[in-house]
């Protein structure tokens, strides 16, 4: 009697617990919808049916690991597991790409430095993951894109005020322990030999450059964030069941699908001209070709396949180099030094191309015009040239001046009419990247003013962290046709969206650049399309972490193609000069002499 009437209190349970959920007649709404159709997998098509109501799914678990990237360093993989369904399910995963700020000829106590402190960030950001983020984000919704970046920044400046705080104490501790120096006796003045005719003072008038900023402090275990903050946007795509970009897209429009999306540009490097070569030009990091907007992007890359065929052919020793008697297209830059035969191929760089040196510039544009001509093509019409200058690296700050061509330097007034002459004569180059470094703010305007009609005027290193851009909504760089931003450290989803809304308002381009130690992850070129970049910066064609990236792009031009979605690029140049309108405006303009 007992047992029986147990098991009738146990349906009535059931029969109201299944009543509360709506379960039969939704039971009855998929068997009415399914029978007409007699789907050949019947279970199947329940299980789709009923998917839609049940929960959305949450993080349940965030597992941090320490990976190797393109170049063999240390970086960190984040892993999102959700409970789907009632089960824990391995929802995606991304590695994050390093990025050194030491330079290429650094002393070797440096690079060990970096080194150590490479890997101390990454130990530490596994710890923040497995730990501290993993209990924080547990049971947040995967497609909450803006709750976790609003967590994961709070959790930052959590560690950052930390480590004010023990830096503090640690000063105060030395200054407790320091003894005061001690009074130095006055150094006597030489007296004057009678006699002695008294030496005057030459003053000579100096125009001071701007010192270096000291660069950006870098919080140890930052890799972190950026790393969760982007594997929760694939989580959520993943969740979501549409692409990565479409993803981002939607995030940046507040959820309004774009009717059509344009692809980046790839800036393909073709030569990495490394600074610590013997050979004389130290002007040129990057030479990159830029296809036309009116090719494909598989077109276009096809196009740089073949252009770098018949550079390295003509980089062999038996291929026959343009020689002295080639004359530029529109004259001689004497400025830019003699012509010399140029420096055998080297070796394919980290970048992804070859890496070989030049002993000055008309040498190697020569050398990119001869391997066109001799395919059939002409740049500036079939093909167009960026180039990385990288001229932080090149200032000397005895002589206060950047050094171009080994014992040859230049003033950042002087470096500005050198550009304006090169583009002049060149006017295939369509982009220069840092041209200038970021503290010489007055030569940028004047640079701006002089060739921002025909000329990209690009901000790579030369602009601060993204932490740093944001300033009242403003970007607090100096003038520039556009800026690099690259997905790296405490970068969040959220800022990349936050920043690039503001660029696209003040009118400056959005380039995403590819990092030095790239990996396999193919994010970044979602990211590209899906925030509506105008460049992508992604290496050469060599190195199975860059090309994977290419890959990726080719893939999305032929899903947007055959969803009829994809609309051409267009290159617009900023007229600076136009929306200034000074009174006069000169071809190069001085910069104000200081006192």
Request: aromatic share 6%; charged share 25%.
């Amino acid at each position: 009697m007992q047992a029986g009437e147990r098991r009738g209190r146990l349906r009535r349970e059931a029969a109201e617990y299944y009543r509360g959920h709506r379960v039969p007649e939704r039971m009855e709404e998929a068997l009415n919808t399914l029978f007409p159709l007699r789907p050949g997998d019947l279970y199947g098509e329940l299980a789709n049916y009923f998917s839609k109501f049940s929960k959305a799914p949450v993080i349940c678990k965030l597992v941090g690991r320490k990976v190797l990237d393109g170049v063999g360093q240390p970086t960190l993989e984040v892993e999102i597991y959700c409970t789907v369904k009632n089960y824990e399910k391995r929802i995606c995963s991304t590695i994050m790409a390093s990025h050194s700020q030491i330079p290429e000829n650094a002393l070797p106590e440096t690079i060990e430095a970096d080194e150590k402190e490479r890997k101390d960030s990454v130990h530490t950001a596994v710890e923040w993951v497995n730990e501290s983020l993993n209990t924080m984000l547990r049971d947040l919704e995967s497609t909450d894109q803006c709750q976790a970046d609003k967590m994961l920044g709070e959790y930052f400046a959590k560690k950052v005020e930390e480590k004010k705080e023990i830096q503090k104490r640690e000063e105060e501790e030395a200054a407790e322990v320091t003894p005061a120096p001690a009074s130095c006796p006055p150094t006597p003045i030489p007296k004057q030999k009678k006699g002695g005719k008294p030496v005057k003072k030459v003053l000579v008038k100096e125009n001071p450059i701007p010192p270096a900023e000291p660069a950006e402090p870098v919080l140890c275990g930052s890799l972190a964030i950026g790393g969760t903050s982007l594997a929760i946007a694939k989580a959520g795509a993943t969740i979501s069941r549409v692409p990565l970009y479409l993803y981002i897209a939607l995030l940046k429009h507040d959820q309004e699908s774009p009717k059509e999306m344009i692809l980046p540009l790839p800036m393909v490097t073709l030569l990495n001209c490394e600074k610590n070569l013997p050979t004389k030009l130290k002007l040129v990091k990057e030479v990159m070709l830029i296809p036309p907007v009116e090719l494909s992007l598989k077109q276009g890359i096809e196009r740089i396949q073949d252009i770098q065929k018949e550079l390295t052919r003509l980089l062999e020793p038996s291929g026959k180099m343009p020689g002295p008697q080639a004359d530029s297209k529109k004259g001689k830059a004497q400025s830019l030094g003699k012509k010399a035969p140029p420096a055998p191929l080297k070796r394919i760089s980290h970048l992804g191309c070859l890496t070989t040196g030049y002993d000055n510039l008309e040498q190697l544009l020569l050398l990119m015009q001869a391997a066109c001509k001799n395919i059939g093509l002409e740049l500036g019409t079939d093909m167009y040239l960026a180039i990385n200058c990288a001229a932080h690296q090149l200032m000397d700050y005895d002589k206060g001046k950047y050094e171009i061509l080994t014992g040859t330097f230049k003033s950042p007034d002087e470096m500005v009419a050198m550009y304006v002459e090169m583009i002049n004569n060149f006017p295939f180059i369509i982009a220069l990247i840092d041209p200038l470094r970021k503290e010489d703010r007055e030569q940028w305007s004047s640079i701006c003013w002089s060739l921002g009609s025909k000329c990209y005027l690009i901000a790579e290193d030369a602009a601060t962290h993204i932490s740093k851009l944001k300033t009242d909504q403003n970007i607090n760089i100096a003038m520039c046709s556009g800026v690099v931003l690259k997905y790296i450290n405490q970068t969040k989803v959220s800022d990349l969206i936050e920043l690039t809304g503001i660029l696209d308002g003040q009118r400056h381009i959005t380039i995403l650049g590819s990092p030095d130690g790239e990996s396999l992850d193919e994010s970044l070129v979602d990211l590209a399309v899906g925030l509506g970049a105008r460049f992508l910066k992604l290496g050469g064609l060599s190195r199975g972490e860059r090309v994977a990236k290419y890959n990726r792009l080719l893939a999305i031009e032929e899903e947007l193609a055959a969803n009829g979605t994809l609309r051409e690029a267009k290159l617009e140049f900023i007229d600076f000069a136009a929306e200034s309108q000074p009174e006069q405006l000169p071809d190069v303009l001085p910069a104000p002499e200081q006192d």
